[in-house]
């Protein structure tokens, strides 16, 4: 299943990026922490051109300690761009960011040389609250489904500090399908956009094989994490079904109260701290993406072409 979101108000947040940026100075580009590859949207070094960049895991104390770090480094090992990791609930590391934005653009002090900052993410990333957290009072909208933040808003976070927040968007064609899916199980697509049942399969694929000792401590399925590995995914969510009561009348399992228990375990870190990707494996989907993405380009222009030939070949009417 190839998950797509892109409705119409994020056609107008391109939009207004590719305009607010031609006056910025750093980008900072808020990222789930679980899922740091996935959420890190292509279109921004299109629309930000080569301005300095600050990537911050959100969430990070939902996502997997070591994992975590081993992003930051490889965030921080690429050119003009500097990594942070934070909870934006947490007062005290959030106001990093400003000193992150200063180390990338130092000339840019004083009322006579204002930081102007953009900051952009996927939708239901954590954006409105890091805001809040940083303006110290409650000037953004916040919420936990995507797409609550709908209008540009202009915060001044110190006499010469102005950041401005977009609303959260995706981009039109999502090319790897890994990310689609990993961007499903953390919220960032609309509930319309694709099937709770397939995302929590596809979650528990991946879980089974890098936390299968967070699936035993959380459902108690198994005597041990070997067993777990062993399990079909559909056996497994049926095993999950029965242990926390997903039934229907006549003892059926309700397939879908089961995929949402896991859904919703995986975003409130009920099974512990999960990533859902290393720099290297998101390495090796985004390669394959681009390569099908190109192959698909290839045979959509052969048939423009053969289209453009057989135009040209009509005899006159």
């Not at 990338?104 to 609250?129: D, E, F, H, Q, Y």
């Not at 790897?176 to 956009?193: C, D, F, T, Y």
């Not at 390669?287 to 993405?293: C, I, P, S, T, W």
Request: charged share 25%; hydrophobic share 40%; aromatic share 6%.
């Amino acid at each position: 299943m190839a998950i797509q979101w892109f409705p119409g108000h994020m056609h107008l947040t391109r939009q207004a990026i590719a305009e607010r940026v031609k006056s910025i100075d750093v980008v900072i580009e808020l990222l789930d922490a679980r899922l740091p590859g996935s959420s890190s949207n292509p279109l921004l070094a299109e629309l930000a051109g080569h301005r300095p960049t600050l990537k911050v895991l959100n969430k990070q104390d939902l996502a997997d300690p070591a994992r975590t770090q081993a992003w930051l480094a490889w965030y921080g090992a690429q050119a003009d761009t500097r990594s942070m990791a934070l909870d934006a609930s947490e007062r005290a590391p959030a106001r990093r960011l400003i000193d992150g934005c200063r180390e990338l653009a130092p000339l840019r002090r004083g009322m006579a040389r204002p930081m102007r900052v953009l900051i952009v993410g996927v939708p239901n990333v954590g954006k409105s609250t890091l805001i809040n957290t940083l303006a110290r009072k409650a000037q953004a909208r916040t919420g936990d489904e995507a797409g609550v933040t709908r209008q540009e808003q202009r915060i001044v976070l110190d006499d010469d500090f102005y950041l401005w927040d977009t609303p959260g968007m995706l981009w039109p064609r999502i090319i790897v399908p890994e990310s689609g899916m990993r961007l499903a199980a953390s919220g960032a697509v609309g509930r319309n956009a694709y099937d709770e049942q397939e995302v929590a399969l596809d979650l528990l694929a991946y879980l089974k094989i890098h936390y299968p000792d967070r699936l035993l401590a959380r459902y108690q399925i198994a005597q041990a994490a070997l067993e777990i590995v062993e399990l079909h995914d559909d056996e497994l969510l049926e095993q999950i079904a029965r242990r926390r009561g997903a039934l229907m009348a006549g003892g059926r399992l309700d397939w879908q109260k089961a995929a949402e228990i896991v859904l919703t375990d995986f975003r409130c870190a009920a099974m512990g701290r999960l990533t859902l990707e290393t720099p290297e494996e998101y390495a090796v989907w985004l390669a394959a993406g681009q390569a099908r993405d190109a192959e698909r380009q290839q045979r959509r222009e052969e048939r423009r072409r053969q289209r453009s030939g057989q135009g040209r070949g009509r005899a006159p009417g």
